[in-house]
């Protein structure tokens, strides 16, 4: 449980000086050429944490090329926020962060939770499986669709629902998902293939989608869930309750917490659920180290208001690099 007491979270300087350790662990780096020839600034003019590249003579601070990047809200609080967004297992409200950070809107911290979910959002990783291990597969409806019609035959309420695509690897205990538009072959078989290994074993329902593609790899284990089987009677290794338990807990937390989504907001939301899923206690990773993986991964991006408000991508939507 975070421990607001600590300066980090109450002290502007600790927490410049704890997000320093944590994306230069060797030394001041510049953002704009990579240089390390660098020196710190400590006028009486100068604001705290400036520093200067010798080498294409820019001036830069540990903000810079982040997420936190020309932001108004004191450092110490987006340390506080990472470390209440990366604890909540079911995640945390935008009016709760509201309420326990004392901001003077709540555009504010509606705006630094998608700044955050952004840094959740991982780099393309290595394909899952690859060394023969199980991988589950499988789909959900969350939350209504305004941007794409229902499928031809599917108007019922799950036609009208987004779609979220998850893979789970029970070997590395890696979750990815994908927020898609249907469930056609032609859209899931391209994210099968970009991210699940050929040697893979992989697990999915009965659904014909899975089954025209699962020749793909080693072997495909299938659950006919249509017959209330849950486990293979035949193999007790082919199951998609992996999944299922994911599923749980990020529905969960949509309804519960976030109650509404719209479906040009919902990549980011899963990505927050992926990334405290696949850096979860089973794995090793404590509180702490999870909320310094997340800060780590703010290098490199930069969300706007405009684009995570009025920006709405077309076609595809994934929490991955797809």
């Not at 601070?61 to 990047?69: L, N, Q």
């Not at 009208?160 to 998902?177: C, F, P, Q, T, W």
């Not at 999915?204 to 790899?217: C, H, K, L, M, V």
Request: proline share 4%; charged share 25%; net charge positive.
């Amino acid at each position: 449980m975070v421990n607001i007491t600590d300066k980090i979270y109450n002290d502007e300087d600790a927490a410049r000086e704890h997000l320093e350790a944590n994306l230069w662990p060797n030394g001041a780096v510049c953002p704009f050429c990579n240089g390390q020839r660098v020196t710190k600034l400590q006028g009486k003019s100068t604001r705290p944490g400036v520093w200067k590249c010798k080498d294409c003579r820019k001036p830069f601070s540990v903000t810079v090329g982040t997420v936190f990047e020309r932001s108004h809200i004191p450092l110490h609080k987006w340390v506080l926020a990472s470390h209440l967004m990366g604890a909540s297992k079911k995640g945390i409200s935008a009016h709760q962060l509201w309420r326990m950070l004392g901001f003077g809107s709540y555009k504010t911290a509606w705006f630094m939770a998608h700044r955050l979910r952004e840094a959740m959002r991982p780099a393309p990783g290595e394909p899952m499986g690859g060394a023969g291990g199980a991988v589950e597969v499988d789909e959900t409806f969350i939350g209504r669709d305004n941007k794409n019609p229902p499928e031809p035959g599917h108007f019922g309420r799950a036609g009208n629902m987004n779609k979220v695509l998850s893979l789970i690897d029970r070997d590395s205990g890696e979750a990815r998902s994908y927020v898609i538009k249907d469930l056609r072959i032609t859209t899931i078989a391209p994210i099968l293939d970009a991210n699940i290994a050929r040697e893979a074993r992989l697990m999915t329902d009965e659904a014909a989608r899975y089954t025209q593609i699962g020749w793909n790899f080693a072997s495909h284990g299938v659950v006919n869930h249509s017959k209330e089987e849950y486990v293979s009677a035949y193999d007790r290794s082919v199951h998609t309750n992996t999944v299922e338990g994911f599923y749980s807990v990020f529905k969960r937390g949509m309804r519960g917490i976030y109650q509404h989504c719209g479906s040009h907001h919902l990549h980011r939301y899963v990505a927050e659920f992926d990334f405290r899923y696949s850096n979860r206690m089973a794995l090793g990773v404590d509180d702490t180290a999870r909320a310094e993986k997340l800060l780590k991964g703010a290098v490199g991006k930069r969300l706007t208001y405009r684009r995570s408000y009025g920006a709405r991508d077309r076609g595809l939507h994934s929490a991955q690099a797809f």
